[in-house]
């Protein structure tokens, strides 16, 4: 799997197309074409081919309407509030009549007035390659979806895992003047020019880029996180934590991400949430298992999401080829197996991990090996051990150091490390004492000299 890439955003691109549009806007009054005196009724128009986007202004910003007409100036459509820039061809209009909040309602028509997708969103954008984004009230949220050109639905943000941002009560739905088609849902951070959006448009350099990407796309903006596919289709808003794109608590087809203070999944091939925010540790999964901790204890959940083991315990190690992973209630270790059944009883002091077959048990202080039956290869008599991290591992017991290998034959290796210690204390003892005594002769013999003179 290749790397995903990052880009730090520092503008909001939006703003560059709302000037673009603008600037595609002609005054029209003595401007107006010779063959088109019509057009000198309106204070703006644009031209389309064989139509016109026409509108009249009465009081800036406060009152004005906006038609689409044929090229002799009859009108095709009623009067509304505004209509956008077509765009394969749709283009995005506010009716007169607003919603309850007094906010313009968004939706398309093509070049003869016909409306295509009726106007119920709260902000839009024009369509690029078949597709747009809308903004909604959802529940306590703003909601974010991609229409295809006929209004069906490709994708909707599931935007109620993310329950600390995008609030419909922390918003504002801001727009330009005369132009309600440029209106958008801002969460300020501190005004007048830093907030966050709900949709990203990125620039052309960028948008290639993610298009190049073969999975998805990691973005920060402002300390979050975004993930976007290279279908330039927004899977998770800018809202993240943290992410994981080194894999080192993600892998078998899932990645982490963090919202808060918990963990959930996303695919790192589509970029769709997977796992909702619900844990609070994990770890790094092992043979299609994915320990996760919830309400203190851990339990297992596979590729999916689905819980495959219950939230039972205090401790737990991944599962190793042996199908076996070391698990602890209350202070008390054991083995399950990845169906959860309990293959060694939680009643050790403590319990490794196996590898090579074989386990490291502890009982009073003492530790001794199983393999996968329950059976002992030793006697529970080391005062020191390791686990099996290869076929061979060192023990201690009697001050005495051995290798042991994975059938329970011992090795002579040494004596212990605490009697080796034991050994340089005594010996940095015995020199002290004869240099004490070296020195004490020496003494003694310059004295003697001294006397005898």
């Known amino acids: 799997m290749l790397r995903p890439t990052f880009f730090n955003i520092t503008l ?4 560059l197309q709302s000037a673009w549009a603008a600037a595609q806007t002609k005054p029209a009054g003595s ?18 081919d064989d139509i016109y986007v026409v509108k009249k202004v009465s009081i800036p910003c406060r009152s004005y309407e906006t038609f689409i ?10 009067a509304y509030r505004d209509i956008g820039d077509f765009a394969e061809g749709l283009a995005e209009f506010v009716p007169m009549e607003l919603d309850a909040k007094g906010h313009g309602l968004h939706g398309f028509i093509d070049k003869r007035g016909k409306i295509v997708i009726e106007p119920k969103y709260t902000s839009t954008d024009r369509f690029r390659d078949g597709k747009t984004w809308v903004i909604y009230p959802s529940g306590k949220h703003y909601g974010l979806s991609y229409i295809d050109l006929t209004g069906k639905e490709i994708y909707r943000i599931p935007i109620h895992h993310y329950a600390n941002h995008y609030l419909i009560k922390d918003s504002d739905v801001d727009f330009l003047c005369n132009q309600d088609t440029k209106e958008d849902v801002l969460w300020w951070i501190q005004r007048p020019m830093d907030f966050f959006t709900l949709n990203f448009n990125f620039s052309r350099f960028i948008e290639k880029e993610i298009k190049a990407s073969k999975l998805i796309y990691h973005f920060n903006y402002k300390g979050k996180y975004g993930i976007i596919d290279k279908n330039m289709i927004l899977k998770v808003p800018v809202a993240l934590d943290d992410i994981d794109p080194e894999y080192k608590y993600s892998g078998q087809g899932m990645e982490r991400v963090q919202y808060g203070d918990k963990f959930g999944y996303i695919s790192p091939f589509t970029g769709d949430l997977i796992v909702p925010f619900e844990y609070t540790d994990t770890r790094k999964p092992t043979n299609g298992l994915f320990w996760v901790k919830k309400n203190g204890k851990w339990g297992c959940i596979d590729k999916t999401g689905k819980l495959r083991i219950q939230h039972l315990y205090d401790e737990a190690t991944g599962f190793t080829a042996e199908n076996r992973s070391a698990v602890a209630i209350n202070g008390k270790f054991g083995h399950i197996d990845k169906s959860g059944k309990v293959r060694t009883p939680l009643k050790y002091d403590f319990a490794s991990y196996y590898n090579h077959g074989i386990s ?10 199983m393999d996968t039956t329950g059976r002992f290869i030793t006697k529970i ?10 076929p061979i591992t060192t023990v201690e017991r009697s001050w ?3 290798e042991l290998s994975l059938d329970g034959k011992e090795t002579f290796a040494g004596f212990s490390y605490k009697l080796n210690a034991v050994f340089i204390i005594i ?3 015995i020199f002290i004492w004869l240099n004490n005594l070296l020195y004490q002769k020496m003494l003694k013999g310059r004295l003697a000299r001294k006397a005898k003179k």
């Open 381 to 390: 008599i080391y005062d020191e051990a390791l686990p099996f991290d290869h």
């Open 427 to 429: 010996a940095v003892l």
């Open 360 to 369: 490291m048990i502890r009982i009073d202080d003492k530790y001794g090996y």
């Open 400 to 402: 005495l150091r051995f």
């Open 69 to 78: 007409t044929d090229k002799n100036g009859r009108k095709l459509t009623p």
């Open 31 to 48: 401007k107006a074409p010779g063959n088109k005196p019509w057009l000198k009724e309106y204070k703006e128009y644009r031209e389309y």
């Open 12 to 15: 909001l691109f939006f703003l």
